[in-house]
């Protein structure tokens, strides 16, 4: 009997160790979910901290521009970023990012008279998960990272451009409101204004008296650009100061950037909006077999389905584009103007379904004469963004007003072919 109990005890054993090893194997997961997954959700986070960076500093070189060229300019920023996809662990949610315009108003005087100028901010929050990092501030022209909340140092990533070497003083004045949070990208239209000038102002009598609203009160930057005898004056109950300038007129120069709109006047009134929303519905702006007056493609096969479903960015419809039987699918869009004057050019796509047999959906832009402007590339579901090469960039630069995006199919059998876009776009950086 007492050898019969004792091999009963024997068979526990390997019970036990199977226990031992599911332990095991709960703690490594433990830890790989408390160490490894914070520590690459944050490298991912630094990337797209670094990318933003770049972004904004684009930004800030975009609004000098539009001031000083007088032309339209678009810039793109990617707010937020997702993190990688995982077999192994829970990802937070997406870092979500935050841009926003703040405003301020820049004061004008003779010594009897006064003009207030809205004006604005810039503000980029980051909604990261792992690391702590500030905002980025643009204001009069300066660009840089905000730490002082977390008991760090302000970091200047561009320079103060309003006073030049000679002394003259150029204000560009930000202008219109604008907020926008999420993962994805965002595009910021700047519009230039040629009737806020100096014609504007007080009638001089000697020098203007100058006060611009600044966030970098106690960081001694003025300071450091302009002397120590520079008059910086406090605001009771706001956190930005008022930094105080003598101008000589002809050495005063003043103009206006908007967002999205048209810079405002002095008086706070908009002179005019821009554009009327690109409406691709109209049949001057897509074409297939058999509907729309667009100029490209010039043999399209297919059809659309709703095409003002691409209008806007996350509706509930879809533009389905479809061909069945043998022929393939083509057919195509012609794009609004976009900025010749951009570094970079980028297609974004957010693709809801692709439904084709033996090959694949892709797209290419070309002008009006039918010249490939790009290299045909593929389609993929979701939201994903294309990039070009620098022939292809300068292609696009240089028919900035004359593009069509051409999609297709190539496949090898018969069948329905469906794509169902939720919206695209030709961003240029």
């Given at each position: ?19 031992f ?13 408390a160490q ?13 901290h ?12 975009a ?5 000083q ?37 820049i004061?004008?005087s ?5 003009e ?10 980051p909604?990261?998960?792992e ?7 643009y ?7 905000d ?8 970091v ?11 002394g ?7 202008q219109?409101?604008?907020?926008e ?9 700047l ?6 000038n100096?014609?504007?102002l007080?009638d ?56 999205q ?30 509907s729309?007056?667009a100029?490209q ?24 584009i ?9 057919v195509g ?35 009006s004469d ?7 590339q ?42 169902a876009?939720d ?7």
């Open positions: 009997m007492r050898q019969g109990f004792v091999g009963n005890n024997r068979a526990v054993a390997p019970v036990i160790g199977f226990i090893v599911i332990g095991f194997l709960v703690l490594l997961l433990a830890v790989y979910q490894v997954v914070p520590q690459q959700n944050a490298e991912t986070e630094f990337e797209h670094e990318d933003i960076r770049y972004e904004l500093r684009s930004l800030h070189h609004i000098t521009d539009v001031s060229k007088q032309s339209p300019r678009f810039q793109s920023l990617n707010l937020g970023t997702d993190y990688r996809a995982r077999t192994l662990g829970i990802n937070p949610p997406p870092a979500a990012g935050t841009i926003r315009t703040e405003q301020h108003n004061s004008i003779n010594g009897s008279s006064t207030d100028i809205p004006t604005r901010f810039i503000e980029y929050q909604g990261y998960n690391l702590d990092i500030g905002s980025t501030w204001e009069n022209s300066v660009l840089y990272l730490e002082r909340d977390r008991g760090n140092d302000l200047v990533i561009e320079d103060q451009q309003i006073v030049d070497d000679t003259n003083l150029t204000i560009v004045a930000l219109n409101e604008f907020q949070t999420g993962t994805g990208r965002v595009t910021l239209e519009y230039p204004s040629n009737d806020l100096n014609v504007s007080p001089p009598n000697g020098n203007y008296s100058v006060k611009i609203p600044t966030r970098l009160n106690g960081t001694g930057y003025w300071e450091r650009q302009f002397g120590d005898g520079v008059d910086i004056d406090p605001v009771a109950g706001e956190d930005h100061d008022l930094l105080n300038l003598s101008v000589a007129p002809e050495a005063l120069e003043l103009s206006s950037v908007g967002i709109l048209e810079p405002t006047g002095i008086d706070g009134s908009v002179e005019e909006e821009s554009e009327e929303e690109y409406d691709y519905a109209e049949e001057t702006y897509h074409r297939d077999d058999n729309g007056d100029v493609p010039v043999n399209p096969s297919g059809d659309i389905e709703n095409p003002s479903a691409v209008n806007e960015e996350g509706g509930d419809t879809a533009t389905a479809s061909s069945g039987g043998q022929e393939d699918l083509n869009f012609a794009l609004p103007p976009t900025d010749e004057s951009a570094e970079t050019y980028t297609m974004r796509f957010i693709i809801e379904r692709i439904q084709v047999g033996g090959g694949d959906f892709g797209f290419s832009l070309v002008n039918g010249e490939v402007l790009t290299e045909r593929v389609l993929e579901e979701g939201d994903n963004t294309y990039s070009f090469d620098d022939d292809e960039e300068q292609a696009i630069s240089n028919n900035y007003d004359d593009l069509y995006l051409i999609l297709d199919s190539e496949t090898n059998g018969s069948g329905n072919r469906e794509l876009i919206y695209f776009e030709l961003l240029a950086g």
